[in-house]
């Protein structure tokens, strides 16, 4: 059964870093793309980075660019989100998604871990 | 970036009726468009995928159609666990976008 599930969510305040984990199962990781994608609180879903099979190709969406870096170990089945210098508006669900071989939908998708920016 | 439009934000429909939800690209995103459901306090579920193409174990009363910029999501005979907000997304390039959402409530 293909499984992916998040860690490392909390309360950090504005300024301040935070990493999230993803840890898959059920699949061989090291053959699909691998996205975040983050839903603020009563919001919609916003497509926030993915990384490509072994991890040569990233991209990331403008408002996170230069703050946030997306990595993954395929040794170890995981992905991560590095964030830094977290602001109010980062506040969110942060999904993790397996991405297809080839392509840009989510099949299979984690239960979300939340990040919140507030002092 | 390649903007996402839904419409209409929300409807209300009833149990057995047939629905259909437009989403419209900024520019082509030929047929990279894929529609997800999402219940409150899940993750989303794919739909369909790649326009038209089912998604495994989805029921067949779900159909997506469409190419270019003009896409829709037609639901052929509600049921009560259809109610929920419902998402597409292009695929085509990055940002890979995710329109506004509609929410489908029960009339």
């Known amino acids: 059964e293909v499984q992916v599930v998040e860690s490392g969510g909390g309360l950090v305040q504005p300024g301040g870093s935070l990493r999230l984990s993803c840890a898959a199962s059920g699949f061989t990781f090291s053959d699909y793309w691998m996205s975040w994608v983050r839903q603020a609180p009563g919001k919609g879903l916003q497509w926030v980075a993915n990384?490509?099979?072994?991890?040569?190709?990233?991209y990331y969406v403008d408002s996170v660019k230069g703050r946030f870096a997306i990595s993954r170990d395929n040794a170890k089945n995981s992905l991560y989100l590095q964030m830094n210098s977290l602001r109010a508006e980062d506040t969110a669900i942060y999904y993790c998604?397996?991405?297809?071989?080839?392509?840009?939908?989510?099949?299979?998708w984690g239960q979300g871990t939340l990040v919140t920016v507030s002092s | 970036d390649i903007q996402m439009t839904q419409s209409p934000s929300s409807l209300s429909a009833s149990v057995g009726d047939r629905v259909t939800i437009t989403c419209r690209a900024s520019q082509s995103v030929s047929s990279y468009l894929n529609w997800y459901q999402q219940k409150p306090g899940n993750a989303p579920k794919l739909l369909i995928y790649t326009a038209s193409s089912l998604q495994s174990g989805v029921p067949s009363r779900f159909s997506g159609s469409g190419s270019g910029t003009d896409f829709t999501l037609t639901i052929s005979s509600l049921q009560l666990e259809d109610f929920a907000t419902y998402y597409c997304q292009q695929s085509y390039s990055t940002p890979y976008t995710f329109g506004q959402g509609t929410k489908l409530e029960i009339k």
């Open positions: 998604a397996r991405g297809g071989a080839l392509t840009g939908y989510y099949a299979y």
């Open positions: 990384i490509k099979q072994g991890g040569s190709e990233k």
